[in-house]
């Protein structure tokens, strides 16, 4: 069985940092690319990163990618982001997925077969 | 980055209705959408790709259609736990982008 679970959010006050951590099971990390997807309250998605199945390569999104890092240890079988110079605006609950095209590839095709339980990270002074 | 927008912003319909949802694209992206299912508290659950493939496991009354900038969800035969909100999102490239999302109520 394939699962994710999102771990490390928490409140932290504007200017801060965390590091969320997405356990992973049930699938090699040599074959799908992994992402994290966020959603603020009440709002829609929004991408916010991919590693790609080599863990070689890596892309965020442009209005995040001065602040956030994604990354991997592949004999943990753990993704990460690590936020830093955390805002109000990054309040929101950050999924963890899975792309579902199976091999090596860049970044996959961008459909997200599974997803994590979420993890909430609350920006507020 | 690619705009994708959804109407309505909310339905109400009855069990065994026929509901038909829209996502619209800012260009051109062929076929390269998918739908998804997102219940209160939980995370989106994976419907429809590639615009009309359903996923495994998927119901057969939830069925896509489009390509190019216009695209439909459509749901036949509503059941009671259809309710939610339905994310369509653009797979042509990154930034993968998604619509606001259509709230299903189920009167």
């Known amino acids: 069985e394939v699962l994710l679970v999102e771990s490390g959010g928490g409140i932290v006050q504007p200017g801060g940092s965390l590091r969320l951590s997405c356990s992973l099971s049930g699938f090699s990390l040599n074959d799908y690319s992994l992402h994290w997807v966020r959603q603020a309250p009440g709002k829609g998605l929004e991408h916010v990163a991919v590693?790609?199945?080599?863990?070689?390569?890596?892309f965020h999104a442009d209005s995040l990618k001065e602040r956030f890092r994604v990354s991997r240890d592949k004999s943990k079988k753990t993704l990460y982001l690590q936020m830093n110079s955390l805002r109000v605006e990054d309040t929101a609950v950050y999924y963890c997925?899975?792309?579902?095209?199976?091999?090596?590839?860049?970044?996959?095709?961008?459909?997200?077969?599974?997803w994590g339980h979420g993890t909430l990270v609350t920006v507020s002074s | 980055d690619i705009q994708m927008t959804q109407s309505p912003s909310s339905v109400s319909a009855s069990v065994g209705d026929t509901v038909t949802l829209t996502c619209r694209a800012s260009?051109?992206?062929?076929?390269?959408l998918a739908w998804y299912q997102q219940k209160p508290g939980k995370a989106p659950q994976f419907l429809i790709y590639?615009?009309?493939t359903l996923q495994s496991g998927v119901p057969s009354r939830f069925s896509g259609s489009g390509s190019g900038t216009e695209f439909t969800l459509t749901i036949s035969n509503l059941q009671s736990e259809d309710f939610g909100t339905y994310f369509c999102?653009?797979?042509?490239?990154?930034?993968?982008?998604f619509g606001q999302g259509t709230r299903l109520e189920i009167k």
């Open positions: 999102q653009q797979t042509k490239g990154l930034p993968t982008t």
């Open positions: 260009q051109g992206i062929g076929t390269w």
């Open positions: 997925v899975k792309d579902r095209l199976y091999g090596p590839s860049l970044f996959g095709d961008y459909y997200f077969d599974e």
């Open positions: 590639a615009a009309s």
């Open positions: 590693i790609d199945t080599s863990g070689d390569n890596i």
